[in-house]
């Protein structure tokens, strides 16, 4: 800027590492705002010892300013967030550089900022939105949070819902956790009958408890977004189910066989008895409809069940074995499966109906 | 003054569009009348809505965020009927709601609550990361982004709740009682933050502090037993105060208290009209 311009002996000092400090100062004071000379150093610089892993360092810090470029494309935040890459990139190449070489390269870091310039130069002249003071934002890389590895998890985790998240799963592991124990701690031979006679209504208390003001802490917020309705309610529904099948099944599966029916017996009603109670809840709530296929199952499996003279479990294995048993039964799960799915299809507008006030 | 009506110094005229409009809006609750026939536009700015509890204010705030459904009557939202389940979606991505009440799941972080509504509200994903850090900087927390909501105070609470309703940068945002729970200080700072969200979007906020209305509004709404009892700029209600002197320490306190009075006097004369009214639909 001055027109004084460092002369090659001292670039190429500066660069060796035998410039005295002050005189380093001053030379990198000048070359935050002389490109040539920056330029000039630099390439010095590239051609001692250090320069492979200056040149390392270098690619590391484009790529990064690259990403958060192309992150930031189209946001309003351009202005807070470059502030913060800029602080970032800076601090990065000064310590990158100081661990990599310990005496000479230091003038690689006023290069390494002039390369990562341009990322950020023609946005510094945007006004940033008034803030009062007592708001400061601080530097911090939140924008690197989530690597590009790290945005479908965090998705996949979000469609859970709050039955996954909260005091459901805890119970789903404790039926199934608790069939094994019994059966193998406590010597308990009837615990599949029992276990079958249960696991239907697990994934319906899990819808139950996924959706709806009743049970989303989160649904006064969530009901004004676009995900709201349907689509959240299947999301969740598939992930109520991606917990319960296989859970409930390989706890059957490790149960001691009697002559109950098979461990999978049950998948098929468990499905049947969720996409009835989806297809309901567009008739009178989810709430309502989970309450009346569940309520209906365990009436129709446990209550001849518990006023029956040859002893419940006996009765229960009757019971089970004519609505689980063989393919009739099975096949006429499928198809109410079929059926309900059918009639939630049909219905579907009616998850779009808002609450009544 | 009329003859150079394009002069790049002047400000532009007209009333920019509405971007909400209420027509006959009914909303009942059970048996009582939560709102009657009410007919409301609201454009670009900050709306504050006032009235006494129970007034009708969060059942007006709930219909226009589109999650409760009006008994009667007709909200439009962007030029959008919210009715059309089609078109509801569309509106949505461009709302943000601030319950007065809301939850969250105990292991969230700031950000990831944050994130998570954004989500919900169907932002491309690479932009979230992005207007999250924007979002909690804005209400102030950009230093306790990654602390977990539950070990937050009642005001903080209260501004992670500001933060998810403006990550979308919403074209029409809906606040109810977004001060409930901040100190002085931070509610001079929400208030610079309303009169910067005002500029570009249509902010209605419900409150009852006159203070914010007083400072932050370019329009009141008063709102009294589920009709609009008032409508102007804060200054008119603080001028109408001044002559009609109504009790109150404010000039918009006394306003208030003075349009309510204008608006109850000649109901009390003719009778509620409102109670026999049926369902609109």
Wanted: net charge positive; hydrophobic share 45%; glycine share 10%.
């Amino acid at each position: 800027m001055t027109g004084w311009h460092a002369s090659d002996h001292l670039v190429t000092r500066y660069a060796d590492g035998c410039l005295p400090e002050s005189d380093a100062w001053s030379l990198e004071k000048h070359l935050e705002s002389c490109v040539c000379c920056a330029l000039r150093v630099s390439q010095a610089v590239r051609a001692t010892a250090a320069g492979p892993a200056l040149a390392g360092i270098r690619e590391a810090v484009l790529a990064d300013v690259r990403e958060t470029a192309r992150t930031d494309t189209g946001t309003a935040a351009r202005t807070d967030l470059h502030g913060t890459t800029r602080t970032h990139t800076g601090t990065a190449a000064r310590t990158g550089v100081h661990k990599a070489t310990p005496a000479g390269a230091s003038g690689a870091a006023p290069a390494a900022v002039s390369a990562a310039s341009p990322a950020h130069g023609p946005v510094s002249g945007v006004p940033t939105p008034a803030r009062p003071a007592g708001f400061p934002a601080r530097a911090r890389l939140g924008a690197h949070r989530w690597p590009s590895a790290g945005p479908r998890t965090v998705r996949v985790l979000w469609a859970l819902g709050p039955a996954v998240r909260g005091a459901w799963l805890p119970a789903v592991l404790l039926v199934a956790v608790g069939a094994v124990a019994l059966a193998h701690g406590a010597g308990f031979a009837d615990a599949r009958p029992w276990l079958l006679a249960l696991a239907p209504v697990v994934p319906v208390a899990g819808v139950a408890l996924s959706y709806g003001p009743h049970a989303d802490p989160m649904h006064e917020i969530t009901a004004a977004t676009p995900s709201a309705g349907l689509r959240l309610v299947l999301m969740r529904t598939a992930a109520v189910l991606a917990v319960s099948l296989p859970l409930l099944t390989l706890a059957g599966a490790l149960l001691p066989s009697t002559d109950a029916p098979n461990a999978a017996a049950w998948l098929l009603p468990g499905l049947a008895l969720t996409l009835a109670s989806l297809a309901l809840a567009g008739y009178v709530g989810l709430r309502a409809a989970t309450a009346v296929t569940g309520g209906g199952w365990l009436c129709a499996v446990l209550g001849p069940v518990l006023a029956a003279p040859g002893g419940p479990t006996y009765e229960l294995g009757l019971r089970l074995s004519s609505y689980l048993g063989g393919a009739p039964a099975q096949g006429g799960w499928a198809a109410a499966a079929l059926l309900s799915a059918a009639l939630l299809a049909a219905r579907r507008p009616a998850f779009h109906f808002l609450e009544k006030s | 003054m009329s003859t150079a009506p394009h002069t790049a110094s002047r400000p532009v005229p007209e009333a920019p569009a509405a971007t909400v409009r209420t027509t006959g809006l009914h909303v009942r609750h059970r048996r009582t009348v939560a709102l009657d026939s009410v007919d409301l536009d609201f454009g670009p700015g900050v709306h504050g809505l006032l009235g006494p509890n129970g007034a009708g204010k969060t059942s007006l705030i709930r219909v226009l965020a589109t999650v409760a459904e009006p008994s009667g009557g007709r909200v439009e939202i962007l030029g959008h009927d919210t009715r059309d389940h089609r078109r509801r979606g569309e509106v949505r991505r461009h709302l943000g709601y601030l319950p007065q009440d809301f939850g969250y799941y105990p292991g969230f972080t700031v950000r990831e609550f944050v994130a998570y509504v954004a989500w919900l509200k169907e932002m491309p994903a690479d932009r979230v990361p992005a207007a999250v850090e924007r979002a909690v900087a804005r209400v102030g927390l950009a230093d306790r982004v990654d602390t977990k909501v539950r070990r937050l105070s009642g005001g903080m609470i209260r501004r992670v709740g500001i933060a998810q309703a403006v990550v979308n940068d919403p074209r029409v945002l809906l606040l109810d009682e977004p001060t409930a729970g901040l100190d002085p200080e931070q509610r001079v700072e929400f208030r610079e933050l309303l009169r910067e969200l005002g500029a570009s979007s249509t902010v209605i906020v419900s409150t009852h502090l006159v203070e914010d209305v007083a400072a932050a509004c370019t329009e009141v709404t008063l709102v009294d037993a589920g009709r609009v009892a008032y409508r102007g700029t804060p200054l008119a209600l603080a001028a109408l105060g001044e002559s009609a002197g109504g009790p109150g320490d404010h000039p918009i306190e006394r306003g208030y208290t003075a349009a309510l009075r204008a608006h109850r006097a000649p109901e009390a004369r003719a009778g509620r009209p409102s109670a026999s009214e049926g369902a609109a639909r």
